[in-house]
């Protein structure tokens, strides 16, 4: 954490999206989540979703879906304001997201990154997310997403990943990947 920093984590109000909405855009420019498409996925999710704030406003979130196997989670987006980045927040958001999918019965976590984005990748790796796949042309020409997936152990109070995950299916789809192109917005990672 940065000096004088002191995060504190949430579950995400409806009254929050308008936040999200303009973290996303600071975060992400043309590669956000519209404030649509953070309506579209909040009403049949938003009891996965996380936030972090501080007593100067939200600085981070994560946006959390069931896939259609009611045992897979989706991260659909993590963002960390410019201004936090390199404090730890992502690792405290990352590790709350993960707990709070498998609090709601997730064993399978999955997420769509860029391969170039390498510090996404070291992040998600960090915590035990394989890469399962690649989605090409995921969100139009050019825009191809490495699928990353973490099997949680169903064992007991135990939180132990497993290494061994299996491929993702190229036409597997997603609430956010739909809730994205719907609003033809691309997904980021």
Known sequence: MGPGYSPSLRGVLKRDLAAIARLEA??????RLTRSALDV?????????????????IWAHS?????????VGWI????????????????????????????????????LVKRTNKRAYRLYE????????ERVDHFGPGEDRM???????????????RSVVPQV??????????????SDQKLYS
């Open 26 to 31: 600071t975060a992400f420019g043309a590669n």
């Open 41 to 57: 996925i909040f009403d049949p999710s938003g009891t996965l979703w996380l936030l972090v704030e501080d007593g100067q406003g």
């Open 63 to 71: 946006v959390n879906a069931r896939g259609e196997d009611p045992h």
């Open 76 to 111: 659909v987006g993590m963002a960390v304001h410019p201004e936090r980045q390199g404090h730890g927040w992502g690792r405290i958001l990352l590790q709350a997201s993960i707990d709070r999918l498998q609090d709601n019965g997730i064993n399978v976590i999955r997420l």
């Open 126 to 133: 960090a915590f035990g997310f394989i890469d399962t796949g």
């Open 147 to 161: 699928v990353m997936s973490l099997l949680l152990s169903t064992d007991g109070p135990e939180r132990v990943a």
């Open 169 to 182: 299916p190229a036409d597997v789809d997603d609430a956010g990947s739909r809730a994205r192109r719907n």
